[in-house]
């Protein structure tokens, strides 16, 4: 069989290794060992599966390949945050981030190879969407971001943000299998609760997520509760009206009883005033919610600045005046462009 042609055995499911020995004369439990070795132990190479005989191993090796992620390069930002180059098996290369704080170790993993939307504040939408990214390597991605956390931090992974490049929910498929091999015994055997997945709000998959029952967080990049306000900065956002994008996060709401975060990047005279202060919170009259101010991370161009710090304040005690929780996120990482919006690997093939 043609190498190219051989399928990543790591695209099949458990039920589809077992078939695949059936098939082959052997037992099906033989498909849990390879399971096991795959995604609990990370082997990327055949070879390594010890418990397996020679025979069994040259019948994956003729059938199969393991295609997995390398780190090509790693950025240590002064305040600890650590950027990932992560080439894929095309050499196409994707940026994962690393984040530390007193308490926590966050892994911020990308979705996809650029993104196709359009978020004029954001540095990775410069980068046309190449492709989505395979379930493993997403799971990988987390994998190797865990070792990093114990190798320099001495702690396990705390959490995990799809806030990398590209639009989790436009590759829904391969995010929920990366999350179920993340969360399942056989993978890492995180608790789901410690996942978030931020999406740019597309109400369509935010209402297949709640009926999928998604155990995991929810965050919305929402930016201005105005129409036109939110349309100039996400030109997308005119195909997803607030008032449908409110409405699929109340279903979310309903389905799963979990408060959605706001993402908001607060900019100097686009939507600092009092209207967008407002509006915001009216906005969030939705659902129980909660508010992540963000302090915009420049990305090269001049067209925006980031807000004064009083008006920053100012969407705090508005926000806390009617009771909604709201927190300020500073940048983390900036130094070595591994902030929010900032992932645009500078050379996307290398
Ligand atoms: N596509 C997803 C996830 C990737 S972006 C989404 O839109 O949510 C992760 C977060 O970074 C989003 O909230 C995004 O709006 C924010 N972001 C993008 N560019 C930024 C910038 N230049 N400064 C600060 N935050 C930014």
Redesign the pocket.
């Known amino acids: 069989m043609d190498k190219d042609k051989k399928k990543d055995i790591r695209s099949l499911s458990i039920a589809e290794l077992r078939d695949f020995f059936v098939q082959n004369g052997d037992q099906a439990f033989r498909g849990n060992q390879v399971y096991q070795w795959l995604w609990q132990k990370g082997i990327h190479d055949f070879r390594g599966m010890t418990n397996l005989s020679k025979s069994t191993r040259d019948l994956l090796e003729s059938n199969f390949v393991i295609n997995h992620i390398a780190i090509d390069r790693q950025q240590k930002s002064k305040d600890g945050t650590i950027k990932n180059a992560i080439k894929l098996f095309d050499q196409l290369v994707v940026e994962s981030v690393l984040i530390p704080t007193a308490t926590r170790t966050t892994a911020c993993v990308s979705s996809q190879v650029g993104?196709s939307?359009d978020?004029k504040?954001?540095?990775?939408s410069k980068i046309k969407r190449m492709r989505n990214l395979n379930a493993d390597e997403i799971y990988d991605q987390v994998v190797a971001m865990d070792q990093q956390s114990r190798y320099y931090y001495d702690r396990p992974l705390s959490n995990i943000v799809?806030?990398?490049?590209?639009?989790?929910l436009m590759n829904y498929k391969n995010l929920i299998a990366s999350i179920d091999k993340i969360t399942q015994p056989e993978g890492l055997g995180m608790s789901p609760s410690r996942i978030t997945v931020?999406?740019?709000g597309i109400p369509k998959m935010i209402m297949k997520m709640a009926d999928d029952e998604a155990k995991f967080g929810l965050?919305?990049?929402l930016?201005s509760a105005i129409q036109s306000v939110r349309e100039q900065l996400m030109p997308f956002a005119e195909k997803f009206p607030l008032e449908e994008l409110g409405s699929s996060i109340r279903y979310w709401y309903e389905k799963t009883s979990r408060p959605v975060t706001y993402?908001y990047?607060v900019l100097k005279d686009i939507n600092d005033k009092e209207a967008d202060i407002n509006a915001l919170v009216d906005f969030c009259k939705n659902t129980p919610c909660k508010v992540n101010l963000?302090?915009?991370?420049?990305?090269g161009e001049n067209e925006f600045l980031q807000a004064d710090n009083d008006k920053l304040m100012a969407y705090q005690s508005a926000l806390e005046a009617n009771r909604i929780t709201s927190t300020i996120r500073r940048s983390r990482g900036k130094d070595i462009d591994a902030?929010?919006?900032?992932l645009a690997n500078k050379a996307v093939k290398i």
């Open positions: 993104c939307l978020c504040f954001c540095a990775t799809f806030m990398g490049m590209g639009e989790p931020s999406t740019s965050a919305v990049s930016h993402e990047v963000i302090e915009y991370n420049p990305i902030a929010c919006g900032q």
